[in-house]
């Protein structure tokens, strides 16, 4: 098939105006969200449904044009985009954003891959249940998306990742069949667990067109406080009250650097921690409650209180309102916007076990100064689940551009730094082509070794988002 034929096909499945095809229309697919990427396609495809989206992947199987799944096009690693060869399609699910069923028994929704996650989260909320998934890109990320990069946000302390919410799948294969593996089981241990495969691997096993996910009862209340704090070691004793507290009611406990606050107050000059002082150290800590507003504030005051006796905090607010709460939480999820205002820096997504944190960040920071003196760390994330966006920046008085030549050198520092203590170069955001060269330094042949296998088994053609995780 010529890709005149090839694209004329498509035309016939999706009609003319789903296949874009002319610079100016395809522009927007083709950069990543933090404009570090700029690739090239033969076209963008917007299928409408299932059907659709199995017959496009048959066609590409049959004329051998590789694809590349796309979402919100929110990923941070490159996942989303297609390569230089301007031989692919990229194939956007967002028409795709029906709310197929929800249970209220069986406490799950079945959503289509490009359903907005804040779309589902308001689905979820009307029918008076919880669809905990949370992160900054809400607004714009897919579910979809969430599956195939294990998405994990600000909630997984409590709910855990992407995959601990999914119960089944809609899948298209790379042959273009559909794997219907919608089933809203808690239990099924029929063999090979599919679902799990194609969860994580970032578009290049098949396309998700489909989810069942697990809701929740609603939190009766949600509480958060900020602290300000002097370490990270003061943060981990920290964690540690709250849990003792608070046990699973403890949603969120976030990390940010005094660096990453100051980032946000110069970018966005209305969002302030509302302390007197500058603190080296911030950690946003929410909880949820069954009982009452009033029991889960008395809960959160307690732990403060006892961090305060303990020395653990130098300060600290427990939101009065709902409002408060929310200007709290705006603060943590503007430090990405902040960074990518401020310019180019060096990102990265490490994960460590919590109880190492502390010396992780101590060792890394000084082995940075060592080599880049000067350079600044905005770090913040997930400390209670041991997942940092240890992020560098250029020293004030040096070029962006410049610093981000020293890239490989600052990547090689954080990953070994993070692998040697038991950790893992990619938490939550994946590997897509950004991290698929370095992760063969960190896996072993053997794990290489299978990955590659399930990949030739899957998708043996090669089609589905070459070039990416492997
Ligand atoms: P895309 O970016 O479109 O795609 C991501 C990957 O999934 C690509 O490899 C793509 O090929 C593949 N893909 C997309 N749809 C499908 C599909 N239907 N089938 C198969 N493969 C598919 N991530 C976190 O984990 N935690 C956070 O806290 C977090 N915060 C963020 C904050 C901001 C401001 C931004 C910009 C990003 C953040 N991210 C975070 C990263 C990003 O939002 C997530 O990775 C998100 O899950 C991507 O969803 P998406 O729909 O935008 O996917
Ligand atoms: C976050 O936690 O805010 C994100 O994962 C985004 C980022 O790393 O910048
Ligand atoms: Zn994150």
Not at 132 to 140: C, H, R, T
Not at 181 to 197: F, I, Q, V, W
Not at 240 to 264: H, K, N, R
Request: with cysteine; net charge negative.
């Amino acid at each position: 098939m010529t890709r005149p034929e090839f694209l004329h096909a498509c035309c016939e499945v999706l009609g003319a105006m789903h296949v874009l095809t002319a610079p100016e229309d395809m522009a927007p697919y083709l950069t990543d969200w933090r404009g570090r990427f700029t690739g090239s396609a033969a076209a963008v495809l917007r299928p409408a449904d299932t059907l659709q989206v199995a017959a496009v992947v048959a066609l590409c199987a049959e004329a051998k044009v590789p694809l590349v799944p796309q979402g919100g096009n929110t990923g941070l690693v490159l996942g989303s985009v297609p390569d230089l060869a301007g031989n692919a399609v990229v194939l956007s699910l967002k028409r795709m954003n029906r709310i197929r069923a929800i249970d209220l028994v069986n406490n799950t929704i079945t959503v289509e891959a490009g359903s907005i996650l804040e779309e589902v989260q308001n689905a979820a909320s009307k029918a008076d249940r919880l669809f905990p998934l949370s992160l900054a890109a809400e607004g714009s990320c897919t579910i979809g998306g969430n599956l195939a990069t294990n998405a994990g946000g600000t909630a997984v302390l409590r709910y855990g990742s992407m995959r601990d919410l999914c119960l089944g799948l809609e899948v298209v294969t790379a042959d273009g069949k559909v794997w219907d593996g919608l089933r809203g089981l808690r239990k099924d241990n029929t063999g090979y667990d599919l679902r799990n495969l194609f969860i994580g691997a970032e578009g290049t096993l098949g396309i998700i067109t489909a989810a069942v996910l697990k809701l929740f009862p609603q939190p009766k209340a949600q509480v958060t406080a900020l602290a300000g704090l002097n370490t990270p070691q003061d943060a981990l004793r920290l964690l540690a009250m709250a849990q003792a507290t608070c046990a699973a009611g403890l949603t969120g406990f976030e990390l940010m650097s005094a660096c990453s606050v100051a980032l946000v107050a110069r970018h966005f000059p209305q969002m302030r921690t509302g302390f007197q002082d500058a603190h080296a150290q911030y950690v946003l800590l929410e909880i949820s409650d069954s009982e009452s507003e009033a029991h889960a504030t008395a809960m959160l005051e307690a732990v403060v209180e006892e961090a305060m006796e303990g020395a653990v905090l130098c300060d600290a607010v427990v939101a009065s309102s709902i409002a408060q709460s929310r200007a709290l939480w705006s603060l943590r999820e503007h430090i990405t916007l902040a960074q990518a205002a401020e310019g180019k820096h060096v990102k990265h997504d490490v994960s460590v076990p919590i109880s190492s944190i502390a010396e992780f960040i101590g060792q890394t920071d000084a082995l940075l100064q060592q080599a880049f003196p000067g350079c600044r760390m905005v770090t913040f994330g997930h400390l209670g689940d041991g997942n940092l966006h240890y992020n560098v920046s250029a020293p004030e008085a040096m070029a962006d551009e410049a610093f981000i030549q020293h890239q490989e050198a600052i990547n090689l520092i954080v990953h070994d730094s993070a692998v040697r203590f038991g950790g893992s170069i990619s938490a939550e955001h994946g590997l897509g082509m950004l991290k698929r060269d370095e992760i063969r330094r960190y896996k072993s042949d053997v794990e290489m070794e299978l990955m590659t296998a399930i990949k030739k088994a899957l998708d043996p053609h090669q089609l589905m988002n070459p070039g990416k995780v492997l």
